[in-house]
C-alpha cells in the first residue's frame, strides 16, 4: 500500500477546522470549547486557523445537510492556502458523505486532515483517493482538553506532522484517562482525573514484524463495509491492523463477530499484526482481549502478533498514527515503531 505523503506543517501555515459529522462546535453551549481548541492550534503550535463556511453552523443545520459537510471538505483540499484540515469531533453519520465527494480534488492536492472515532470514514475516503491522513486528536476533545493538552498527545502531533524523520519508537503513555466531564464552563478549570497506565500487552506472537498502518474505529469500519471507500482485498496485504473501540463500550460479543467478519471476508489473513487500542475507561479490557485471541488464534489458527492496550483513540492520551505509514513490533520487547515519516 503505497500513499502520497503530504507536506509538513511549519509555524505560521494556514490551517481549516471543519465539521464532517456532529456540528456541536457551533452550537452556541459548546462553541467556547470550540474556541480553546482553536486557540490551542494557534498558540500551541503557532497554526492560522480558520473555520470552513459550515464549521460552525450548528449539529440541526449539519445533520439536515451532509452535502455541505463535503462541501466544506472539498474546498479545504482545493483551497492551496491550506496546509492542513483539522476535524471538530467525531459523531455517528458522516458515511452520509460518500455520494458529494470528488476523489480526484483529494488525489490533486494533498495535505494532511486529522481526525479519529467517525472521521475513520474520511480517512477512508483519503485512502481511496491515495493519500495518506491521520488518526488523531480532534479539536473540541484533545485540543480543547481541560486546563491544558496532554503533553504526550501533544509531543506526537509535533513528531508526526511537523517533522519528516522516521517517527520512531511509539512508547506507551505513562497515564490514561476516559473521565468525562460536561462539556460546560464550569468544568473548563477542571482537570480530569489521571490514572496510572501499564505497558503494552503482548497477546501472541514472536520475532520481529513490519506492515502498513491502516484502521481505525470498529465501530465506524462496520458502517464502510461494502461502501464505495472499502478497499480491495490487496490494500490489506502486509499490513498492521489498528483498531479501537469507542465510548460506546461495544459488547465484546460484537467485536467478536466483527473480528470474524474480518477473517471470513480474507482480511485478517493478509495482515502481518494486529494492535488495539485501550477500551474507553477499561471496561471489558479481558473480555475484549479474550475474544480476540478466540478468533484470531483459535478460530483462524494465525500467529500474527497481537498488541493490546495501545495509546490511541477514545482514550486519552493518543498518539497519531499516520495511514500507510511502515510500522514494526518487536515481539521480545513489546515494542512499536514507525518507521518512516508521516509527511514530507
Not at 480543547?144 to 522516521?166: C, G, H, I, W
Request: aromatic share 12%.
Amino acid at each position: 500500500m503505497k500513499l502520497i505523503k503530504p507536506n509538513k506543517l511549519q509555524p505560521g501555515d494556514k490551517v481549516a477546522t471543519i465539521s464532517l459529522s456532529w456540528g456541536g462546535a457551533g452550537d452556541e453551549q459548546i462553541r467556547w470549547r470550540y474556541e480553546v481548541g482553536k486557540q490551542r492550534l494557534q498558540s500551541e503550535f503557532g497554526l492560522q486557523v480558520v473555520e470552513m463556511p459550515h464549521t460552525l453552523s450548528g449539529s440541526d443545520f449539519l445533520y439536515d445537510h451532509p452535502e455541505k459537510r463535503a462541501e466544506d471538505l472539498m474546498l479545504a483540499f482545493k483551497d492551496p492556502s491550506i496546509k492542513a484540515i483539522f476535524s471538530c469531533i467525531g459523531g455517528n453519520e458522516s458515511v452520509r458523505l460518500l455520494p458529494y465527494i470528488d476523489y480526484q480534488v483529494i488525489r490533486d492536492n494533498p495535505k494532511i486532515f486529522v481526525g479519529y472515532s467517525d472521521s475513520t470514514v474520511t480517512h477512508f475516503i483519503c485512502l481511496k483517493a491515495g493519500i495518506s491522513s491521520f488518526y488523531g486528536p480532534s479539536i473540541l476533545a484533545e485540543f480543547a482538553e481541560n486546563v491544558s493538552m496532554f503533553d504526550y498527545t501533544k509531543q506526537s502531533v509535533r513528531n508526526v506532522l511537523f517533522q519528516s524523520d522516521p517517527i520512531g519508537s511509539i512508547e506507551p503513555s505513562p497515564v490514561w484517562t476516559s473521565q468525562f466531564l460536561a462539556w460546560e464552563q464550569k468544568n473548563k478549570a477542571t482537570q480530569r482525573t489521571v490514572n496510572e497506565n501499564t505497558d503494552y500487552e503482548l497477546l501472541q506472537g514472536k520475532g520481529v514484524v513490519q506492515g502498513s498502518l491502516i484502521g481505525g474505529c470498529i465501530e465506524v469500519l462496520e458502517m464502510l463495509k461494502g461502501t464505495e471507500v472499502w478497499p480491495p482485498l490487496e490494500t490489506w496485504e502486509n499490513s498492521i491492523l489498528f483498531f479501537e473501540t469507542s465510548e460506546e463500550k461495544t459488547d465484546p460479543s460484537y467485536v467478536e463477530y466483527w473480528l470474524r467478519n474480518y477473517g471470513s471476508i480474507g482480511i485478517l489473513q493478509k495482515a502481518k499484526a494486529i494492535i488495539f487500542g485501550k477500551p474507553y475507561d477499561n471496561q471489558y479490557y479481558q473480555e475484549y482481549k479474550n475474544v480476540i485471541v478466540k478468533v484470531v488464534r483459535d478460530e483462524l489458527k494465525l500467529d500474527i502478533p497481537i498488541m493490546f492496550n495501545m495509546s490511541f483513540g477514545h482514550t486519552a492520551p493518543m498518539f497519531t498514527i499516520p495511514y500507510g505509514a511502515m510500522a514494526e513490533i518487536e515481539c521480545e520487547d513489546k515494542a512499536f515503531r514507525i518507521l518512516e515519516s508521516g509527511v514530507v
